[in-house]
């Protein structure tokens, strides 16, 4: 068996057919890749019938033009099958799928070519908006009569097999949907609590991962796949090197990994994890090949076939939008929404029409299976990325962050801590022939910003250009105690573990305060480092400190002044400014409390007292310790009066 091995933001498809009776998957060959969408023939047969009398007079003319290949071979990445499966996978070891039932569309998850591969010779790259109809339409025909010849079809999962370098920790969302399943692979020779040392000789030591033990890995995931798929997403583990390990040695490893979650900060995550989705695999005794791995497929299988993964309602006119998107991938990164508005009112059959209402619903659809990238939102919806490795490499081009060898790497070295760019490094670094990053700036950034790989802060002070503000490069943890100050109470901000919370969502509520009225991002040291963090961001507001912590499923907020804080009334303002900023992501939270000072950057308290409780009266902390007991003051509540009297003593 050939090995392939993944390099940097490169990663492999492959396909398997599964087997629903047998209970089982089974590998499909590489040429044999499907489309995303294809419907059966009789769901094509009526709006392909009204263009045939088109379309036997239109292909004589010189809009599609032949070579010496078969119209089959045309499109190397598009042959076609009847109902099956949509998927989408990735991660580390990654996969997700959508299965329909059979008599529906077939979904399958399908990215952007290699750069030097070439799709559709035998069509010309000019060709005019009719002839993308010809095309499509064509394609779809000749797809119909294939399947006259197939038997005992299956639906179909794909697998994105990720590499476990860190730079793929950097973009993950990208890839993680809603509807799917994911494989986290792990080895159990490696205890949980080990860092993670072993780097490959062409990897670079990427920002915040770097340090990272095998457990933060784990718990990385978990939370990723969490936030970015959803929050019923199983999770497989498959747990590697199981011949080197005794039985017993097996089973205490997967039980200590199921503990890991049970930990109350993270049993959110927990959620995804199931005893009986746990397998493990090595080499058997004699010979170099894997064990036949009978549990782990049925345990796909029986995914597939479970009742979250529901069909969708599709019409056959995505079919055809899906065959004209990948035609005009070939040439152009990016289009305007517009376009498919244009191609929809020239479209000849009126089963073939489409309404703006539609595009959103097929244009998210095809979002979330990995055609394109797409987000039906305000400064988005109207641009299309059309090609998913182009926006990676743009990506990739920025971790790197090439240097000329006659020139110092000191910028270089402070985005490697720090996460920040400012805008004439960034076009340097897009300045690539045949890219067109440059071209599409604005579109890109927009993109990166929704996807939190990037944060735009304009007119810092201190700070002359537009800094761009990478937060998976941040290597600072923020671990200051403002000790030499007077310290406020702490404020939190408590979602509901039960509910989706983006790992992006922190930076998104940082963004929107660095915006507020005399609100500011505070700088440091002698070179105006700014005060962001992994887990924090440090505010200016009315010669007082505010500080923002993140920590799992809360948000914290105290306000830090030397040599006091004003008054009660200032931290109202802060609360409510912040809690506005909430409000408006129309997230379930609970504000209240911690029952002391001290405890800002501990991430294992989970004292909190509701704002509905106060006022209160020798009223006793419930979280505490037993040998910890202390009765709790109206002075820790930012609405009281009380506040405007003792905040400052």
């Avoid at 809009?63 to 989408?88: E, H, M, P, W, Y």
């Amino acid at each position: 068996m050939q090995i392939e091995r993944t390099e940097m933001v490169d990663f492999h498809v492959n396909s398997f057919e599964v087997l629903l009776e047998e209970e089982t998957i089974q590998s499909v060959e590489k040429e044999d890749t499907l489309p995303t969408i294809l419907f059966s023939k009789e769901k094509l047969e009526m709006p392909l019938k009204e263009n045939d009398g088109k379309m036997a007079k239109e292909t004589h003319q010189p809009g599609i033009r032949k070579k010496n290949v078969s119209q089959k071979s045309s499109l190397k990445n598009t042959t076609l099958k009847n109902q099956a499966i949509k998927d989408n996978a990735e991660d580390e070891e990654k996969l997700i799928f959508e299965p329909h039932s059979q008599d529906t569309t077939i979904v399958q998850n399908q990215f952007s070519p290699e750069p030097n591969e070439k799709h559709g010779e035998d069509i010309d790259a000019n060709v005019d908006k009719i002839d993308f109809e010809k095309f499509a339409i064509l394609k779809i025909k000749d797809a119909v009569n294939e399947l006259l010849n197939e038997k005992d079809l299956c639906p179909r999962i794909t697998f994105l097999d990720f590499a476990g370098q860190s730079m793929y920790y950097a973009f993950h969302q990208i890839f993680l949907r809603p509807k799917s399943c994911s494989i986290l692979v792990v080895d159990m020779t490696k205890s949980l609590y080990d860092k993670v040392s072993d780097q490959d000789e062409n990897e670079k030591e990427y920002s915040q991962f770097a340090s990272w033990s095998y457990k933060d890995y784990f718990k990385f995931w978990l939370k990723s796949i969490d936030s970015f798929s959803d929050t019923e997403s199983p999770v497989i583990i498959v747990g590697t090197h199981a011949d080197k390990l005794s039985k017993e040695e097996c089973r205490k490893f997967l039980k200590s990994l199921n503990e890991l979650f049970d930990n109350w900060s993270h049993s959110g995550l927990r959620r995804h994890l199931n005893e009986d989705r746990m397998y493990t695999i090595g080499f058997p005794d004699s010979g170099s090949e894997l064990e036949d791995l009978k549990d782990l497929k049925k345990c796909i299988a029986n995914i597939v076939k479970c009742r979250r993964y529901s069909k969708e309602n599709i019409r056959p006119v995505w079919a055809l939008f899906e065959h004209i998107l990948n035609k005009m991938k070939e040439t152009k990164k990016v289009i305007p929404r517009k376009t498919l508005s244009d191609y929809s009112d020239q479209l000849s059959a009126q089963e073939f029409r489409i309404n703006e209402s539609e595009i959103s619903k097929m244009l998210v659809f095809f979002h979330r299976v990995g055609v394109l990238l797409y987000f039906d939102k305000d400064g988005l919806k109207e641009k299309i990325i059309l090609d998913i490795q182009w926006l990676l490499d743009a990506f990739k081009c920025i971790i790197e962050y090439p240097v000329r060898t006659e020139e110092n790497d000191m910028k270089r070295r402070h985005f490697c801590r720090t996460g920040e760019l400012d805008s004439v490094e960034l076009d340097r670094i897009w300045h690539i022939q045949g890219k067109d990053f440059l071209e599409h700036k604005t579109t890109i950034i927009a993109y990166m910003q929704q996807l939190g790989l990037l944060m735009l802060f304009e007119e810092l002070p201190f700070i002359d250009s537009t800094v761009y503000y990478f937060p998976s490069m941040n290597s600072k943890r923020f671990d200051k105690t403002g000790e030499n100050n007077s310290k406020s109470s702490i404020l939190c901000f408590k979602f509901d573990d039960e509910m989706q919370l983006q790992i992006n969502f922190f930076h998104g509520i940082v963004l929107k305060c660095s915006k507020l009225n005399n609100w500011s991002i505070l700088t440091e040291g002698a070179k105006n480092n700014i005060c962001l963090y992994q887990n924090a961001a440090c505010f200016s507001f009315q010669k007082h400190v505010v500080v923002l912590f993140n920590c799992h499923f809360e948000i914290r907020v105290q306000v830090w002044a030397s040599p006091n804080i004003y008054d009660g009334r200032l931290l109202k303002k802060i609360k409510h400014s912040i809690e506005d900023i909430i409000r408006g992501d129309d997230l379930s939270y609970k504000i209240g409390y911690k029952c002391r000072k001290d405890v800002l950057v501990v991430e294992e308290d989970v004292s909190f007292i509701s704002q509905s409780t106060f006022p209160v009266s020798n009223h006793l902390c419930e979280i505490c310790d037993v040998d910890k007991k202390h009765v709790v003051d109206n002075d820790i509540c930012w609405e009281l009066e009380v506040n405007d009297e003792n905040q400052g003593k």
